[in-house]
């Protein structure tokens, strides 16, 4: 069925009940789908022991390193204005968990801890740090 919605549907994305949302600007284009719960495989699970690992030694750093990774995510957002991308502290921070992982193929990503990250000296101690290793794009 198809459905008009001008100005709503630019605000709809997301999940309503079983409806799944997401409006593309560049098309101006809104997909609405059923929900469907993805299927338990080796990726997905391992996907999740990343995630849920990576959100725990996010909340584990200090509120210092946060503003900074929030700071840079700001500056990062002013220079690639009109790109649709937005970025927080938090995605820049799993974007630079991730390109650790690329540098560093021996970091496992579900069981790293901040102990780890100093305890080797790995270039994510600080966001500078990060930046000089090529780990974030410089702004």
Same mark, same amino acid.
């Given at each position: 069925?198809?459905?008009?919605l001008?100005?709503?549907?630019?605000?709809?994305?997301?999940?309503?009940?079983?409806?799944?949302?997401?409006?593309?600007?560049?098309s101006?284009?809104?997909?609405?789908?059923?929900?469907?719960?993805?299927r338990?495989?080796?990726?997905?699970?391992? #996907?999740?022991?990343?995630?849920? @690992? &990576?959100? +725990?030694? /996010?909340k584990?750093?200090?509120?210092?390193?946060?503003?900074?990774?929030?700071?840079?995510?700001?500056?990062?957002?002013?220079?690639?204005?009109?790109e649709?991308?937005?970025?927080?502290?938090?995605?820049? #921070?799993?974007?630079?968990?991730? @390109? &650790?992982? +690329?540098? /560093?193929?021996?970091?496992?990503l579900?069981?790293?801890?901040?102990?780890?990250v100093?305890?080797?000296?790995?270039?994510?101690?600080?966001?500078?740090?990060?930046?000089?290793?090529?780990?974030?794009?410089a702004?």
């Amino acid at each position: 069925m198809k459905v008009n919605l001008d100005l709503i549907a630019k605000t709809l994305n997301g999940r309503v009940g079983k409806l799944v949302f997401y409006y593309y600007p560049q098309s101006d284009a809104l997909i609405a789908r059923t929900y469907v719960k993805p299927r338990k495989n080796k990726n997905n699970s391992n #996907f999740s022991l990343k995630t849920k @690992n &990576l959100s +725990k030694f /996010y909340k584990n750093c200090t509120d210092s390193y946060k503003s900074d990774i929030k700071h840079y995510s700001n500056r990062l957002n002013n220079i690639r204005v009109g790109e649709g991308i937005i970025y927080n502290g938090y995605n820049v #921070f799993i974007k630079m968990m991730h @390109n &650790l992982h +690329k540098a /560093y193929p021996e970091v496992d990503l579900k069981t790293i801890t901040p102990e780890y990250v100093v305890a080797l000296n790995l270039p994510v101690i600080t966001i500078k740090m990060a930046v000089e290793n090529e780990l974030l794009p410089a702004v």
